[in-house]
């Protein structure tokens, strides 16, 4: 009876023992399955970290490749803006062109060609009005004598009546018809081209 009892005695122990050695054996077989599985994360954390950082370079380099298939565009817009700005007349020639439009053409033709020529801005003025002002605007010297309606012009820039024989001097056109009144009574209009000629009467 003594024996049974020391046999099964022996036999619990042993049990525990082996069920202690197999739980061990569980644990390390866990314990390095765990290890294995933080090592594999820990080095596919690089990885990822790769491809975040190869998604980082190709939205920059395709930014900056939009940036620069724009960047022509914008240089078409800049240059047909220059172009149209080019195209456009300079301020000065319009006005030039606005006077020619509501003004007088005058111009004093000598005996041996043109002394003056200019546009005067219209103010209701008379044949001898834009002479006048053309004369003071190109520092040229002017005779006359009378006034008003019986004005009558005698020497322009040096050049006088009678230099040319007794019938010679100044006469006047306006759109290229000689008028059948004095200077001073001929009421111009907008756009009227007066001439002054001297004629050599020959």
Known sequence: MNKTKKYVIQFVVLGFMLIGIITLYNLNAQST????TSKEITESI?????????KENQSENQSSHEQKSTQPSTTNKSSVENTHQSQQKPPS?????????TGINVSVVGVDGTIAAGVIEYNNQNAFDVLKTLCTN?????????VGITVYVKAI???SE??????????YKVNGEYPGVGA???????????????????
């Open 138 to 146: 190109k520092g040229i010297s002017l005779k006359t004598t009378g």
């Open 93 to 101: 020639d319009n006005k030039q062109q606005n006077e020619s439009q």
């Open 46 to 54: 690089p990885q990822d970290q790769e491809k975040i950082v190869e």
């Open 162 to 171: 009678r230099d040319y024989g007794v019938m010679s001097g100044w006469k």
């Open 157 to 159: 820039n040096g050049l």
């Open 33 to 36: 399955k765990t290890l294995t």
């Open 184 to 202: 001073g009574q001929y009421q111009l209009k907008v756009n009227d081209k007066v001439e002054w000629i001297y004629d050599k009467a020959e």
